[in-house]
């Protein structure tokens, strides 16, 4: 899976005018390339990171990752009754500056896509990667491509970009194949080529979500696009022999780097690492540059049909 290196200097140079570059940067991430930046173009104010940092130091327990809505202001993951309020509200505005940075960054480098995105939730990741005990489908250390369970993207990709903020240690990653290599990979041996949702099943689904039924059900929520993504996310964590036998690149990202990635095609997993931010985007498939590498339009080529 190809890393393209981009340094602050190159970037400025680039930025705001040189639309062939930015084209072709994006052209490079819709393909399944990851867009690395040995120092982050979007930097932490000096007390947030100390703050942040400072988390696991002091005691008030972060145990989790910790999620923000930008959307609705809102943070989430943090436990009020070990954490002050003080704390909390202080986590809060430092989430806040740092999804605004990013998007402020990503509405100019991202500039062929003219926004065409929803903001999706931030997160801060302040747990040890390496060891963590979690059920097989939220193991975040096998290769996944990544799929919602209850937050269906209905063909949206996943773009996310990603901020290693240990003062000292890389966050370490393994790559895999690209998505269409994948998917044949799974289909139709373990998944049943996507096929798209008969007129019953389609009219039961509208009815759950005129109806807020869907909010019970998570898969009522999804296309067959969604469906399809999910079971592929959940097949590649649950397959032994591919965990061991498919082929990975392993990346290390230095303290201080960012990187973007579109998850929903390109596999990854953690391995070792403390100490992250990260902001997602759910790009609209029809603001790509090459649509043809769209994730939906490559499996509705498969199906023959629409999926989503
Ligand atoms: C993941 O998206 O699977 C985890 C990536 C990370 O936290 O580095
Ligand atoms: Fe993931």
Redesign the pocket.
């Given at each position: 899976m190809p890393v393209y290196s981009i340094s602050l200097d190159e970037l400025n140079k680039t930025l705001p005018r040189n639309a062939e570059q930015l084209r072709s940067w994006c052209a490079a991430l819709e393909a399944g390339g990851i867009l690395y930046f040995p120092e982050t173009p979007v930097p932490i104010p000096a007390g947030d990171l100390e703050f942040l940092l400072g988390q696991h130091q002091t005691g008030s327990k972060l145990h989790k990752n910790i999620a923000y809505k930008p959307v609705r202001d809102q943070l989430s993951g943090v436990d009020a009754r070990t954490s002050p309020a003080a704390v909390v509200e202080q986590l809060h505005g430092i989430m806040r500056r740092y999804s605004a940075s990013v998007t402020g960054f990503l509405a100019e480098f991202l500039a062929p896509y003219h926004e065409q995105w929803l903001l999706d939730y931030a997160s801060y990741?302040p747990i040890e990667?390496e060891g963590r005990d979690l059920p097989v489908r939220r193991r975040?250390d096998l290769l996944?491509t990544?799929a919602f369970p209850t937050r269906p993207t209905h063909g949206r990709r996943i773009l996310?970009f990603?901020h290693n903020i240990h003062p000292t240690r890389t966050?370490n990653?393994v790559v895999g194949e690209p998505f269409p290599r994948v998917v044949t990979a799974f289909a139709p041996r373990t998944l049943a080529i996507p096929r798209p949702d008969s007129p019953v099943a389609h009219a039961a689904k509208q009815f759950a979500q005129v109806t807020g039924l869907a909010a019970l059900v998570p898969r009522w929520k999804r296309t067959a696009y969604d469906e399809f993504m999910m079971q592929l996310h959940n097949a590649m964590k649950e397959d032994e022999l591919f965990q061991q036998s498919c082929l990975k690149e392993y990346v290390q990202f230095p303290a201080g780097s960012s990187w973007m990635v579109y998850?929903e095609t390109v596999p990854?997993?953690?391995l070792a690492?403390q100490y992250?931010l990260?902001q997602t985007f759910l790009v609209d498939p029809a603001a790509m540059v090459t649509q043809e590498s769209a994730p939906v339009a490559i499996l509705e080529k498969m199906a023959g049909a629409r999926l989503a």
């Amino acid at each position: 899976m190809p890393v393209y290196s981009i340094s602050l200097d190159e970037l400025n140079k680039t930025l705001p005018r040189n639309a062939e570059q930015l084209r072709s940067w994006c052209a490079a991430l819709e393909a399944g390339g990851i867009l690395y930046f040995p120092e982050t173009p979007v930097p932490i104010p000096a007390g947030d990171l100390e703050f942040l940092l400072g988390q696991h130091q002091t005691g008030s327990k972060l145990h989790k990752n910790i999620a923000y809505k930008p959307v609705r202001d809102q943070l989430s993951g943090v436990d009020a009754r070990t954490s002050p309020a003080a704390v909390v509200e202080q986590l809060h505005g430092i989430m806040r500056r740092y999804s605004a940075s990013v998007t402020g960054f990503l509405a100019e480098f991202l500039a062929p896509y003219h926004e065409q995105w929803l903001l999706d939730y931030a997160s801060y990741r302040p747990i040890e990667e390496e060891g963590r005990d979690l059920p097989v489908r939220r193991r975040n250390d096998l290769l996944h491509t990544d799929a919602f369970p209850t937050r269906p993207t209905h063909g949206r990709r996943i773009l996310r970009f990603f901020h290693n903020i240990h003062p000292t240690r890389t966050r370490n990653w393994v790559v895999g194949e690209p998505f269409p290599r994948v998917v044949t990979a799974f289909a139709p041996r373990t998944l049943a080529i996507p096929r798209p949702d008969s007129p019953v099943a389609h009219a039961a689904k509208q009815f759950a979500q005129v109806t807020g039924l869907a909010a019970l059900v998570p898969r009522w929520k999804r296309t067959a696009y969604d469906e399809f993504m999910m079971q592929l996310h959940n097949a590649m964590k649950e397959d032994e022999l591919f965990q061991q036998s498919c082929l990975k690149e392993y990346v290390q990202f230095p303290a201080g780097s960012s990187w973007m990635v579109y998850t929903e095609t390109v596999p990854h997993a953690v391995l070792a690492g403390q100490y992250a931010l990260e902001q997602t985007f759910l790009v609209d498939p029809a603001a790509m540059v090459t649509q043809e590498s769209a994730p939906v339009a490559i499996l509705e080529k498969m199906a023959g049909a629409r999926l989503a």
